[in-house]
């Protein structure tokens, strides 16, 4: 069994947003490793769309960007879940579409996967949070302020009390925050 990891860039000013961050090689080159160590990922539909619009495409035809071009097919390999009410069918390969974020379902799903589960969604990242279920955030801050756009903890409503683990920082700028939570 591995941890449930909330595995997400974000702005300096808290936004999750991906037209204000850009992921570099050595950005692109972490998230791989933790593709590689990874057995399952959980998305919203609005990230779960971003990411199939986009990804399987560069499988087809590579960017000749060799760390762009291995997330790409790491990601496309990977089992994921998309929780969503309103999608009615997923096309993106090794991808299940449940209508409902259970906790039974998630802890359950920890106990069958012997690797790492990520969730990369804002909405799911504060779902799991409210739930109890995350192990480990990895909140990666790039320098930049937006200004606006979707908050990462918009909706949770409960204090959680997090430990520092360590820290990474990239030659970008970007520092990528490791915590769990407080016991």
């Known amino acids: ?26 950005i692109h080159e972490h998230y791989n490793d933790l593709l590689k160590n990874s057995g399952a ?30 997330f790409a097919v790491l990601i496309g390999n990977i089992p994921k879940v998309v929780f969503s009410r ?11 579409l449940k209508h409902e974020l259970l ?19 804002p909405s799911i990242i504060t779902a799991l949070t409210q739930l109890g ?11 930049v302020i937006a200004g606006q756009g979707l908050p990462l903890f918009k909706n949770v409503e409960d204090r959680v009390e997090l430990k520092l683990l360590k820290t990474k920082t990239f030659d970008c700028g970007a520092v990528i925050h490791y915590y769990e939570p407080a016991k």
């Open 86 to 96: 309103t999608l009615k069918s997923v096309d993106w390969k090794h991808t299940t």
């Open 41 to 70: 990922l959980l998305y919203g539909r609005i990230t779960y769309q971003l990411m199939e619009s986009y990804w399987p495409a560069i499988v087809e035809k590579p960017t000749g960007n060799k760390a762009e071009d291995e």
């Open 133 to 143: 279920l995350i192990d480990e955030y990895q909140l990666c801050i790039h320098p």
């Open 103 to 121: 906790k039974e379902e998630i802890s359950a799903l920890k106990q069958q996967v012997d690797k790492d589960i990520c969730a990369g969604s």
């Open 1 to 26: 069994m591995g941890k449930l990891i909330a595995a997400i860039n974000m702005t300096l000013d808290g936004f999750c947003d991906h037209t204000a961050v850009i992921a570099d090689d050595e």
